[in-house]
């Protein structure tokens, strides 16, 4: 009896008992640990790009792995669903300027204190870091302010953060942008939008791995000490064991009444829902005890 081929989209069936051999093999390459990921999103992902390689099964996919760093590149990129656009949930962002930016300005003036740290966690292409910057400069513009804005993108996707350094934009990116953020804060430039070089600059990127186990923080935050942290849609991709190992790292990295986002399907773990208080009518706003 013939077999019945597989349709572009099947999953290869060796797939679901050995496709963390193909995240140790990119381990090797990459440094970075996948196999946390849920398995039915890894076994996807991989499968997607085994058919993309032209691999006819998994272990002509493998030798491709181990001989090619373009090929781990690629798989690292596929992997890293990066989905991304300025003010993605206009509401959250719109709780973040009316509520919870000015009150932490407020806070900092009335402490005497000198820097505002944010970490944009899981950052994939800019758009989420940079769409806080905007609110910030609006909110700060203009006034006597000697506050220090730091801002944190950082993500496992190195390609991702070439493109959110350049600040360059598809119009679809800009979709949910308020229309007096689009005429201020950006320009065109050959179909795409630029966005401001002052907004750009108030945003430094870098790589990082949430579940990197050598580091507290972000290298380049030095310290953390974050008085907000964004972490949306990233946890919803891995395992629980993973997701406590997330929480607890942006948990410590988070001053005392500093706020915590995370996307619309995403839940703090229970050892940490004492630690965070929900905020009344925000979504998935915290704020930490």
């Known amino acids: 009896m013939r077999e019945t081929p597989l349709k572009k989209h099947d999953i290869l069936p060796e797939l679901a008992l050995n496709y963390i051999e193909v995240l140790d093999k990119l381990r090797v390459h990459t440094g970075h640990d996948f196999t946390g990921l849920q398995p039915d999103i890894a076994q996807r992902q991989i499968n997607s790009r085994i058919r993309t390689a032209g691999c006819k099964d998994l272990q002509t996919y493998l030798n491709k792995l181990e001989s090619s760093e373009t090929e781990a590149v690629l798989l690292a990129q596929t992997l890293t669903i990066n989905v991304s656009s300025f003010f993605r949930n206009p509401l959250v962002f719109e709780y973040l300027r009316q509520r919870v930016l000015p009150e ?73 942008v308020p229309l007096r953020y689009v005429r201020s804060c950006f320009t065109r430039q050959n179909g795409a939008f630029k966005l401001d070089p002052v907004i750009r600059d108030m945003v430094v990127f870098s790589e990082y791995d949430l579940l990197d186990e050598k580091s507290r923080v972000p290298q380049i935050s030095v310290f953390g000490d974050f008085d907000l942290v964004f972490c949306c849609n990233v946890v919803m991709y891995y395992q629980s064991a993973d997701q406590v190992k997330i929480f607890s790292k942006i948990a410590r990295s988070i001053v005392t009444t500093g706020f915590l986002v995370l996307g619309e399907a995403e839940e703090l773990p229970l050892p940490y829902r004492r630690s965070f208080i929900p905020l009344p009518g925000a979504g998935h706003f915290f704020q930490k005890r």
């Not at 800019?126 to 944190?152: C, K, M, T």
């Not at 991702?160 to 360059?168: D, H, Q």
């Open 104 to 176: 932490l300005l407020l806070k900092k003036t009335k402490r005497g204190e000198q820097t505002l740290r944010i970490w944009s966690a899981g950052c994939a292409t800019g758009e989420e870091p940079y769409s806080i910057a905007i609110i910030v400069r609006d909110l700060v513009n203009g006034e006597d302010n000697p506050l220090q804005i730091n801002i944190f993108g950082t993500d496992i996707n190195k390609e991702s953060l070439k493109i959110a350094r350049t600040g360059l934009y598809k119009t679809n990116s800009l979709d949910n």
